[in-house]
């Protein structure tokens, strides 16, 4: 008996088509089980997903580029098509093949997703996703009560080097004789005698120049170191106001105890006057 030309080549064709189209067996391993069938058309089909939390609303991840990613809520169907365990799906990019399937609700903590990304007809790849619980993040509160300690110290620390002690000396009067420190060769005494009288003489390079007054003065004083000064002058009077250091010295200075400038005939400049040490026949009172 012989075989048509006809007859063969129609029993190769059923052949290929059944070699070719036949689905593969399912597989198993540690990250998802993976069913797919080649065709001489379809490229391996191929897919990664991202870890999903019980308050993600999206699952993310990449596959072969332009393929169809679908989620299940079980395993579903031996083919890609799961009926009525559909969730969501959407297209990979053609480019990265990265995908984003929008989901319509979070889910617990363990339910098992089902991640398909589809190529064709037969060609297919899932991935099983468990839902976890989202990561706790505690390191920012403890940062932040270190530095807040930091501040603390600081302020703490310039309060105590901003405090100064100032310099005040207390005397029980200010009578006595008193030189000035030199400026260009000029100096004064003053000279406040027991009986309320006072002078005021300038000197250069030792001599005598000319006197700056003479009359009669009265004192007063709250706390000891800080003393008014009212000196009279046939009818004019004239105050002043000394900020006692020791017993022993003082600086002339304004009613807000700051220190004056004084001009005896070179120019202006700060004085300090010291009290000058008198026999005890001398009218002058000594401390």
């Known amino acids: 008996m012989q075989t048509s030309k006809k007859l063969i080549s129609g029993l190769l064709a059923t052949v290929t088509a059944v070699s070719l189209f036949a689905p593969a067996a399912l597989g198993t391993n540690s990250q998802a089980t993976v069913a797919q069938a080649a065709t001489k058309k379809a490229a391996k089909t191929t897919i990664a997903v991202d870890g999903v939390t019980s308050s993600a609303k999206k699952v993310t991840g990449t596959a072969t580029k332009g393929v169809k990613v679908t989620v299940y809520a079980k395993k579903g169907a031996k083919d890609s098509n799961a009926g009525k365990s559909k969730i969501a799906s959407a297209t990979a990019s053609s480019k990265t093949g990265k995908f984003t399937v929008k989901l319509p609700k979070t889910y617990k903590k363990g339910t098992d997703l089902y991640v398909y990304a589809t190529q064709g007809k037969y060609s297919y790849m899932y991935r099983i996703v468990k839902v976890t619980a989202p990561k706790k ?3 920012k509160k403890t940062t932040t009560k270190k530095t807040t300690a930091k501040k603390t110290a600081t302020k703490k620390t310039t309060a105590k080097k901003t405090t100064a002690k100032k310099n005040y000396g207390k005397v029980s009067s200010v009578a006595g004789t008193w030189k000035s420190s030199s400026y260009k060769g000029y100096y004064t005494k003053w000279t406040l ?9 300038r000197y250069k ?11 009669t003065y009265t004192a007063s004083s709250s706390n000891k170191h800080l003393w008014k000064v009212d000196a009279k002058v046939g009818k004019k009077t004239e105050n002043f106001y000394l900020r006692f250091r020791s017993s022993k010295t003082f600086y002339v200075v304004n009613s807000k105890n700051v220190r004056l400038k004084e001009n005896l005939g070179q120019g202006a400049n700060y004085f300090t006057y010291t009290k000058v040490a008198t026999s005890s026949k001398s009218n002058v009172l000594s401390f």
């Open 193 to 201: 005698t027991n009986g309320k009288k006072i002078t005021v003489k």
């Open 137 to 139: 993040a505690t390191a």
């Open 205 to 215: 390079s030792g001599a005598k120049t000319k006197t700056l007054l003479n009359g």
